[in-house]
């Protein structure tokens, strides 16, 4: 069975950083590609980067864009999400998603998720 287990989520202020972390079993990081989502109350979930090929191909919203950074550790099969520079507009659930299909920050093609952690900022 395929589980992704996300951590390190918490509560910041504006300007802040966090790293999350996602464990993941049942394939591994460097084959399968790996996106991090996140979705705010009341709004849609929303990619935020995607990794494959262990860094060689990474896409991140623009609103991230030089903020965020996703990486992977082949070794602890994990995929990170080093998050600088955080303002209250990133506050939401981060969700871990990996493989499926289709455009890479969409929700809807990937197939297997976590459970989710929960990332505030304050102003």
């Known amino acids: 069975d395929v589980q992704l287990v996300e951590s390190g989520g918490g509560s910041v202020q504006t300007g802040g950083s966090l790293r999350l972390s996602c464990v993941v079993s049942?394939?591994?990081?460097?084959?399968?590609?790996t996106g991090w989502f996140r979705q705010a109350p009341g709004k849609e979930r929303e990619g935020v980067a995607r990794?494959?090929?262990?860094?060689?191909?990474?896409t991140y919203a623009d609103s991230v864009k030089g903020r965020f950074t996703i990486s992977v550790d082949n070794a602890k099969n994990s995929v990170y999400l080093q998050m600088n520079s955080l303002k209250p507009e990133d506050t939401g659930m981060y969700y871990c998603?990996?493989?499926?299909?289709?455009?890479?920050?969409?929700?809807?093609?990937?197939?297997?998720w976590g459970q989710g952690t929960q990332v505030t900022v304050s102003s």
């Open positions: 998603a990996a493989a499926g299909s289709g455009p890479p920050l969409h929700a809807a093609g990937y197939q297997y």
């Open positions: 049942g394939y591994s990081v460097h084959s399968v590609r």
């Open positions: 990794i494959l090929n262990s860094g060689d191909i990474t």
